[in-house]
């Protein structure tokens, strides 16, 4: 038994390390489990590879549950023996059931990576890029039966860096996030903390992405798909196709210099590489070829002296000059 609260941790991703350490390493808040997603198949050779949540519970030797379903009664049975003051859910992936939501006596708690309500759903931190938006943030919530909608506990703004992409901002917030949830937490579990109502007139959404987001449409303006491009970085990624071949673009810059390029169209230049979109070009700087390394757009022309009559497919497609 714990002298502590008890805590049920729920969490999958490289996401939801932190706060787990974070609750770890405090006095007294050590969670009593984690609930995590099965080990999922990765990779080509699809080996079976076991969550970083997993990981790292195992590391800090916490006990561990991987159900295929929160939905059956023998996972149910489960936490109800638990007997969880409170759960912390950090991007646990699934939509809880109301059964598992009113197990804990206080409640769940749930740290999202963005300044709700905007950005609610499954992709917040891609969202907050591809708006455009100069901050982001972490909010601590009181999970309800509808997404991303119950009051909030706490916020707390990060302002977006210039250039920004997916991985670092989400490496950023999750650190945050783990901050600020180890700040809230005891406030939470002595209730001291009164919850505050979203305003949900104010809610904007997000989707689940999938790889096929990231194909480039060219005749998109320049600013929307270089943002797109820093926003799938590194998920689900960014591509074109050139010869048939489908190419990852890694990052792009505006080039409003370049003119008279049309969508897709490409111009290869002092050792650059530009595109043309419906309003200004872009340099890409950073691409890979399907099989091959990533490598820099001047690596690249040096590898194609035949670019002007290469041929593309649609994507749609560009053209070459």
Same mark, same amino acid.
């Given at each position: 038994?714990?002298?502590?609260?008890?805590?049920?941790?729920?969490?999958?991703?490289?996401?939801?390390?932190?706060?787990?350490?974070?609750?770890?390493?405090?006095?007294?808040?050590?969670?009593?489990?984690?609930?995590?997603?099965?080990?999922?198949?990765?990779?080509?050779?699809?080996?079976?590879?076991?969550?970083?949540?997993?990981?790292?519970?195992?590391?800090?030797?916490?006990?561990?549950?991987?159900?295929?379903?929160?939905?059956?009664?023998?996972?149910?049975?489960?936490?109800?023996?638990?007997?969880?003051?409170?759960?912390?859910?950090?991007?646990?992936?699934?939509?809880?059931?109301?059964?598992?939501?009113?197990?804990?006596?206080?409640?769940?708690?749930?740290?999202?990576?963005?300044?709700?309500?905007?950005?609610?759903?499954?992709?917040?931190?891609?969202?907050?890029?591809?708006?455009?938006?100069?901050?982001?943030?972490?909010?601590?919530?009181?999970?309800?039966?509808?997404?991303?909608?119950?009051?909030?506990?706490?916020?707390?703004?990060?302002?977006?860096?210039?250039?920004?992409?997916?991985?670092?901002?989400?490496?950023?917030?999750?650190?945050?996030?783990?901050?600020?949830?180890?700040?809230?937490?005891?406030?939470?579990?002595?209730?001291?903390?009164?919850?505050?109502?979203?305003?949900?007139?104010?809610?904007? &959404?997000?989707?689940? +992405?999938? =790889? %096929?987001?990231?194909?480039?449409?060219?005749? @998109?303006?320049?600013? !929307?798909?270089?943002? /797109?491009?820093?926003?799938?970085?590194?998920?689900?990624?960014?591509?074109?196709?050139?010869?048939?071949?489908?190419?990852?673009? &890694?990052?792009?810059? +505006?080039? =409003? %210099?370049?003119?008279?390029?049309?969508?897709? @169209?490409?111009?290869? !230049?002092?050792?650059? /590489?530009?595109?043309?979109?419906?309003?200004?070009?872009?340099?890409?700087?950073?691409?890979?070829?399907?099989?091959?390394?990533?490598?820099?757009?001047?690596?690249?022309?040096?590898?194609?002296?035949?670019?002007?009559?290469?041929?593309?497919?649609?994507?749609?497609?560009?053209?070459?000059?």
């Amino acid at each position: 038994m714990t002298d502590g609260p008890r805590i049920v941790f729920f969490g999958t991703p490289d996401f939801a390390v932190p706060s787990l350490q974070k609750l770890a390493a405090l006095g007294g808040l050590k969670p009593i489990a984690v609930v995590t997603q099965p080990a999922q198949p990765v990779g080509r050779k699809a080996i079976l590879t076991a969550s970083p949540v997993q990981r790292a519970a195992e590391q800090l030797s916490i006990p561990l549950r991987a159900p295929r379903s929160i939905k059956n009664s023998d996972f149910l049975e489960w936490f109800i023996e638990q007997k969880p003051d409170i759960a912390v859910l950090v991007a646990y992936g699934k939509i809880l059931p109301k059964e598992v939501l009113a197990v804990p006596r206080l409640g769940f708690v749930n740290v999202h990576p963005s300044l709700l309500p905007q950005h609610r759903g499954a992709s917040p931190v891609a969202g907050a890029l591809l708006a455009g938006d100069a901050r982001t943030g972490i909010t601590i919530m009181q999970l309800d039966d509808e997404m991303d909608h119950g009051p909030i506990f706490a916020a707390r703004e990060v302002a977006i860096k210039s250039g920004a992409t997916q991985g670092p901002l989400s490496r950023e917030l999750a650190l945050g996030g783990a901050a600020l949830l180890a700040d809230t937490l005891p406030q939470i579990l002595s209730e001291t903390l009164t919850p505050v109502e979203q305003n949900h007139a104010a809610a904007t &959404y997000t989707k689940l +992405l999938k =790889r %096929s987001d990231g194909n480039i449409n060219w005749c @998109q303006p320049a600013q !929307t798909i270089e943002r /797109l491009v820093r926003a799938y970085t590194p998920w689900p990624g960014s591509y074109t196709c050139l010869n048939q071949a489908r190419i990852k673009i &890694y990052q792009v810059a +505006l080039a =409003r %210099s370049q003119t008279g390029l049309a969508p897709g @169209q490409l111009r290869a !230049t002092g050792g650059k /590489l530009y595109v043309g979109t419906s309003s200004d070009a872009l340099e890409i700087k950073y691409l890979q070829m399907a099989g091959k390394k990533k490598q820099a757009a001047a690596e690249f022309i040096n590898g194609h002296t035949n670019l002007a009559s290469a041929k593309v497919c649609p994507c749609p497609p560009p053209t070459i000059t």
